[in-house]
């Protein structure tokens, strides 16, 4: 009687002790069909199995984080790369966890040049646009007196050192308000009609292709209205509203930042 007991107990154990081992073997699939090992207990393992994610998807990446609806944007794989990646950015951009957690929505454009990303107002770094041989920065200007249009460019480097060096000398001395210079710029003169202080930048209507860049490179970011600049301002985590010179300098030092973000151009 008890040897029965005993064989039927190494029977059971027999048969617990293969589906362990086949739960193994499940387990070393699972870790190397996903880039993290589950966490989860083991006993879970084979029901999760059947409904396991196909491997590297972004739910395996995604952080804890995310509301239900990132989740849902981010779940299908067929979504193109671009809007992915645009979408992972943003979720790098959520305002940390906090009472009131709201989550911070960052609008994202077609960049309007190759030298401008895809975040309203704002440009690539120098050392990027070099690296992508982006040397000549160009823009749309139109001469006040024969009124033609034309296109005209600027040598990157050499523009950006002579604006960045006249804002590193005077920053301090400026007290956050554009200097005389900045808001009534001196204009180029026009390679057709030879007038001096005549050509303007043409300033696209709709701010989001706004050449930011240009009219740094030019120092004519004054030749924007007031409006333009309380854009540029607020898309770039500048909250400050106030008179043109105050936003104008604070256009400058942003600009600055954005082409060299390790240079001297914080407030
Ligand atoms: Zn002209």
């Not at 070393?28 to 996903?34: A, R």
């Not at 794989?77 to 809007?83: C, H, L, N, V």
């Not at 960049?111 to 690296?131: D, K, R």
């Not at 770039?236 to 010179?245: E, L, P, S, W």
Request: hydrophobic letters at 35%; charged letters at 25%.
């Amino acid at each position: 009687m008890s040897n029965h007991n005993n064989e039927e107990i190494n029977r059971k154990r027999k048969i617990f002790h293969t589906l362990e081992e086949e739960d193994d073997d499940e387990l070393l699939k699972l870790s190397l069909m996903t880039p993290f090992r589950s966490t989860r207990p083991r006993i879970q393992a084979r029901e999760n199995l059947k409904s396991l994610p196909p491997p590297l998807t972004l739910e395996n990446l995604e952080s804890s984080s995310l509301n239900l609806q990132q989740r849902t944007i981010l779940k299908p794989t067929m979504i193109p790369k671009e809007t992915i990646q645009r979408k992972r950015r943003n979720s790098l951009k959520l305002k940390p966890m906090s009472g009131n957690a709201k989550e911070v929505k960052i609008e994202t454009i077609t960049p309007p040049f190759p030298w401008a990303t895809n975040l309203i107002a704002t440009v690539h770094t120098l050392q990027y646009l070099l690296s992508k041989q982006l040397f000549i920065i160009s823009g749309d200007v139109q001469c006040k007196r024969c009124e033609r249009r034309y296109t005209m460019e600027f040598d990157l480097q050499e523009k950006f050192v002579e604006i960045g060096s006249y804002v590193m000398k005077n920053k301090t001395f400026l007290k956050e308000r554009a200097p005389l210079i900045w808001m009534t710029p001196l204009l180029p003169t026009c390679q057709f009609c030879k007038q001096e202080n005549s050509v303007k930048p043409i300033i696209c209507a709709d701010k989001n292709k706004i050449n930011w860049l240009f009219l740094l490179l030019g120092q004519m970011l004054g030749c924007c209205t007031l409006d333009e600049l309380k854009f540029f301002c607020e898309h770039t985590n500048n909250h400050r509203t106030g008179a043109k010179d105050r936003v104008l300098f604070l256009a400058y030092l942003t600009l600055c930042r954005q082409v060299d973000p390790t240079g001297p151009f914080h407030r």
